[in-house]
Nanobody
Framework: QVQLVESGGGLVQAGGSLRLSCAAS????????MGWFRQGTGKEREFVAG????????TYADSVKGSFTISGDNANNTVYLQMNSLKPEDTAEYYC????????????????WGQGTQVTVSS
């Protein structure tokens, strides 16, 4: 049983930083990719960043390039999302997801999901 547990969300002022964590368990993840998605109130879930465990290849949405960094700790099966220069429009519930194969921009491509962690950026 794959389990993904996010943590690290909270309230931060615009321009501030947060680091989200996603602890994965229940499987050997070497053939998986991990993605971070977010969903604001009344909005569709959107891709933020992804990383492929096998070689560390990372992918970012254009809206977060240069501000967010995804990284992985293979030894602890944990994926991080470092978010800098946060803006009010980054406010959303952030989800970690896992899929076999390469990173995908589409939520439907991911089989496993965490419960989400709320990020609120005040202006």
């Amino acid at each position: 049983q794959v389990q993904l547990v996010e943590s690290g969300g909270g309230l931060v002022q615009a321009g501030g930083s947060l680091r989200l964590s996603c602890a994965a368990s229940g499987r050997t993840f070497s053939s998986y990719s991990m993605g971070w998605f977010r969903q604001g109130t009344g909005k569709e879930r959107e891709f933020v960043a992804g990383i492929r465990w096998s070689d560390g290849t990372t992918t970012y949405a254009d809206s977060v390039k240069g501000s967010f960094t995804i990284s992985g700790d293979n030894a602890n099966n944990t994926v991080y999302l470092q978010m800098n220069s946060l803006k009010p429009e980054d406010t959303a519930e952030y989800y970690c997801a896992a899929r076999v194969g390469g990173t995908s921009y589409f939520p439907s491509a991911y089989k496993y999901w965490g419960q989400g962690t709320q990020v609120t950026v005040s202006s």
